[in-house]
């Protein structure tokens, strides 16, 4: 079972609650933190990280001997990504998005492909033996999604029951990435104006990609009313509510979990998985 | 002589549209009144507008990325276009071949690869973006389709058109609502920009990704400054965040303390600064605005 | 020799645009007999690689030299690799086409010898 934690505002909780369900799923979880910009979920799952991979896309090099500068590979690059000019051909690295139209339609056969590195994967067990992985875009680089493809795309060390993707904020293509293939999305909010107003964005992206989806109310008492109205008009369950307390704000600032701080909230997560699994359960009894 | 503002965080959710509210509602009030032009480059989470209550005067539909699309009439169902396509963007169900447009990212791939020329390029219709009057000036803002690729382009679109406004009227700033990360909208964002404000929160996961928005905007050569929202939080995160700045040689321009009337002031639909003055938060945001602005004006 | 100017509008009368690759437009001028034409950019809106775009326009438009305030690594090398020279107008100061063109034909302007900006998406 793929569980997507999702939120579209960024800071109302994705990582808190993606971490705190993970925990309570124990050995059973393997935990992706698919927030390659902003990856933060190591913080409070304190793996120890020994496997990690380069990652990035394949990008074209040029064999100046062979080429004759006809211009076809600017011709089918979409991206200007590789260029004629005169009697020089370009290749821009922080453009290509390694589709490898140049190389193959190249009639000289003068371009060949190399792993442009824009990112690592990284991953390994937490104390409570949990698998962990995170894919880490490098500063400066642009694309965030072929990283979120190759963490999804890691071999585990073992089959795991539940997967818990901690996704990036945001309703764009990273967030689309993440939640592909998922069974289940469970989206975090605030209830305030922002949070609902991106709460919206990325429902839509769950229902067209025909993922169930559930909502965790976080800081609840901050704001006002209109997410519970929002919810029950749509038809989404209100899956669990964290009021705002200080002390979790706290104990997150420092580095703790949820959990750590609140060992009280451990019954309400375990509830909550149950819930979810519930659901996925009988979507596909359907 | 006009300048471009941007506010960043790094990681979501740490107060950068509050902050940018509040900037543009002190701005209007103050030396700046009629210089200011506001963009919200945060396209795929668009708030700025629950709060600046725009007129929308003007409304563009955008399009994005192209996507791939097959004549059923004509494809061989050869599977060639599935083959060379990188993006797992192409689908084989019932004996047909068919294109995820969510998946595609438009390379032409299989385009080009197709033998009977079935599969054409068709752009799409991504978003939506406008040119607004608010309550503190011209407003360019958009609003990305849910799970549409290609924000970077409309970040782009919005700040370009921004930029291009302020030129026309001579105007001194442009202030624009930056998205979080660190990838491309980011980047598309921060591009050109004369300084960003970096609104951090002293956690554990605020300082980590402070520093890496940090190393994008050295990356690319934008100067930055460094506020502390939520301060009070843990103080000796917000401490941490200082000593951090200090080393790398980046000003933090205040500490801004974690207050209710901020969350009141959203639900109102108002800039903090202008719901309630005199809260905490609001005089804090006010500090920092002079010190950003004297960093603005100051010679280079 | 043919000449491009990057302009924020649609003739040589209009103001000069400092930027390269997001520059409004081009004007190209025939230095010796004064005759142009203006051609809009066509990596204004681009998400990226709007330098590259924007020298293969230039290339394109068969100049010679070109006029900018400003060149990002991309259309430096672009630029560089057509053998089109890149001139720097400097300063801040509002000023129209023509008067930049009057620059270049006193010798004003020098030559750009890199990149002058960092790289911009």
Same mark, same amino acid.
């Given at each position: 079972m793929?569980?997507?934690?999702?939120?579209?505002?960024?800071?109302?909780?994705? !990582?808190?609650?993606?971490?705190?369900?993970?925990?309570?799923?124990?050995?059973?979880?393997r935990c992706l933190d698919c927030d390659? +910009?902003?990856?933060? $979920?190591?913080?409070?799952?304190?793996?120890?990280?020994?496997?990690? &991979? /380069?990652?990035?896309?394949?990008?074209?090099? #040029?064999?100046?001997?062979?080429?004759?500068?006809?211009?076809?590979?600017?011709?089918?690059? &979409?991206?200007?990504?590789? $260029? #004629?000019?005169?009697?020089?051909?370009? *290749? @821009?690295?922080?453009?290509?998005?390694?589709?490898?139209?140049?190389?193959?339609?190249?009639?000289?056969?003068?371009?060949? +492909?190399?792993?442009?590195? !824009?990112?690592?994967?990284?991953?390994?067990? !937490?104390?409570?033996?949990?698998?962990?992985a995170r894919g880490l875009l490098q500063v400066g680089e642009p694309m965030a999604v072929p990283i979120i493809r190759e963490l999804k795309r890691w071999p585990p060390r073992r089959r795991p029951a539940i997967e818990i993707w901690d996704a990036p904020p945001g309703a764009s293509c990273p967030v689309v990435e993440t939640l592909r293939g998922a069974d289940f999305a469970l989206l975090v909010t605030e209830p305030t104006p922002f949070g609902l107003h991106d709460l919206k964005q990325v429902v839509g992206i769950a229902r067209e990609l025909k993922i169930p989806a559930g909502v965790v109310v976080n800081r609840d008492g901050i704001g006002d009313q209109a997410v519970d109205a929002y919810c029950a008009d749509q038809g989404l369950p209100i899956l669990l509510r964290i009021p705002m307390e200080r002390r979790i704000a706290e104990g997150l600032a420092r580095g703790r979990s949820l959990l750590e701080t609140a060992p009280d909230y451990r019954p309400a997560f375990q509830d909550l998985l149950a819930a979810i699994q519930d659901r996925v359960n009988a979507e596909y009894a359907r | 002589m006009m300048k471009q503002l941007i506010v960043l965080s790094g990681k979501g959710g740490t107060g950068k549209t509050s902050v940018t509210a509040a900037f543009a509602h002190l701005a209007a009030g103050g030396r700046l009144t009629g210089q200011v032009v506001i963009a919200d480059a945060d396209v795929d989470a668009a708030n700025l507008e629950l709060v600046l209550q725009p007129r929308v005067l003007e409304t563009q539909p955008f399009q994005g990325g192209q996507v791939a699309v097959i004549d059923q009439d004509t494809c061989l169902v050869c599977g060639s276009c599935a083959d060379v396509c990188r993006f797992d963007?192409?689908? /084989?169900?019932?004996? &047909?071949?068919? *294109? =995820?447009?969510?998946?595609?990212?438009?390379?032409?791939?299989?385009?080009?690869?197709?033998?009977?020329?079935?599969?054409?390029?068709?752009? &799409?219709? $991504?978003?939506?973006?406008?040119v607004s009057e608010s309550r503190y000036g011209p407003l360019y803002h958009a609003n990305l389709d849910p799970g549409q690729e290609n924000s970077g382009k409309l970040v782009t679109l919005v700040k370009?058109?921004?930029?291009?406004?302020?030129?026309?009227?001579?105007?001194?700033?442009?202030?624009?609502?930056?998205?979080?990360?660190?990838?491309?909208?980011?980047?598309? %964002?921060?591009?050109?920009?004369?300084?960003?404000?970096?609104?951090?929160?002293?956690?554990? %996961?605020?300082?980590?990704?402070?520093?890496?928005?940090?190393?994008?905007?050295?990356?690319?050569?934008?100067?930055?400054?460094?506020?502390?929202?939520?301060?009070?939080?843990?103080? /000796?995160?917000?401490?941490?965040?200082?000593?951090?700045?200090?080393? =790398?040689?980046? *000003?933090t321009v205040g500490r801004i303390p974690f207050d209710a009337t901020v969350a009141s002031a959203m639900v109102a639909g108002e800039a903090v600064t202008a719901f309630r003055p005199e809260a905490p938060a609001s005089l804090a945001v006010a500090a920092v605005w002079e010190r950003v602005l004297a960093f603005l004006e100051a010679p280079a | 020799?043919?000449?491009?100017?990057?302009?924020?509008?649609?003739?040589?009368?209009?103001? @000069?645009?400092?930027?390269?690759?997001?520059?409004? $437009? @081009?004007?190209?001028?025939?230095?010796?007999?004064?005759?142009? !034409?203006?051609?809009?950019?066509?990596?204004?809106?681009?998400?990226?690689?709007?330098?590259?775009?924007?020298?293969?326009?230039?290339?394109?438009?068969?100049?010679?030299?070109?006029?900018?305030?400003?060149?990002?690594?991309?259309?430096?090398?672009?630029?560089?690799?057509?053998?089109?020279?890149?001139?720097?107008?400097?300063?801040?100061?509002?000023?129209?086409?023509? =008067?930049?063109?009057?620059? @270049?034909?006193?010798?004003?302007?020098?030559?750009a010898q890199a990149a002058t900006q960092d790289g911009r998406h």
């Open positions: 793929r569980i997507v934690v999702a939120s579209g505002k960024g800071g109302t909780g994705k !990582t808190t609650v993606a971490t705190s369900l993970a925990l309570v799923g124990g050995e059973s979880v390659v +910009e902003a990856p933060n $979920a190591a913080l409070f799952l304190h793996p120890v990280l020994d496997r990690r &991979q /380069e990652v990035g896309i394949p990008l074209p090099r #040029v064999d100046t001997a062979r080429c004759t500068h006809c211009g076809k590979c600017a011709e089918v690059c &979409q991206y200007h990504a590789i $260029a #004629v000019l005169g009697q020089t051909t370009l *290749v @821009f690295p922080e453009l290509c998005h390694g589709c490898g139209s140049c190389t193959r339609l190249c009639p000289e056969g003068a371009i060949s +492909e190399h792993l442009h590195v !824009t990112g690592v994967l990284e991953g390994g067990l !937490t104390a409570d033996g949990l698998e962990f | 963007a192409i689908i /084989e169900r019932d004996g &047909q071949y068919l *294109v =995820d447009p969510i998946a595609c990212d438009g390379c032409a791939a299989c385009v080009y690869q197709c033998p009977t020329e079935s599969i054409r390029m068709e752009p &799409q219709i $991504a978003g939506k973006s406008y370009q058109r921004a930029r291009l406004r302020a030129l026309d009227e001579d105007r001194e700033l442009v202030l624009v609502d930056g998205p979080p990360g660190i990838g491309c909208p980011v980047i598309a %964002a921060a591009s050109g920009a004369d300084l960003a404000l970096i609104v951090a929160e002293p956690t554990a %996961a605020g300082v980590h990704d402070m520093q890496r928005v940090l190393g994008t905007l050295r990356h690319f050569g934008v100067p930055a400054l460094v506020c502390i929202n939520k301060a009070d939080i843990y103080p /000796e995160g917000a401490a941490a965040i200082e000593t951090s700045c200090r080393a =790398d040689g980046v *000003v | 020799m043919k000449l491009v100017i990057s302009i924020a509008g649609d003739s040589l009368q209009s103001p @000069f645009d400092a930027r390269f690759g997001r520059a409004a $437009a @081009f004007c190209l001028v025939d230095s010796d007999t004064g005759s142009w !034409t203006a051609h809009a950019n066509p990596a204004l809106e681009a998400a990226g690689g709007a330098g590259v775009q924007a020298a293969q326009c230039v290339a394109g438009l068969g100049a010679q030299a070109v006029v900018s305030g400003a060149y990002g690594p991309k259309a430096y090398a672009s630029l560089s690799a057509a053998g089109i020279a890149m001139h720097l107008a400097p300063g801040n100061a509002p000023r129209t086409g023509a =008067d930049v063109l009057a620059q @270049f034909k006193a010798g004003e302007l020098s030559q």
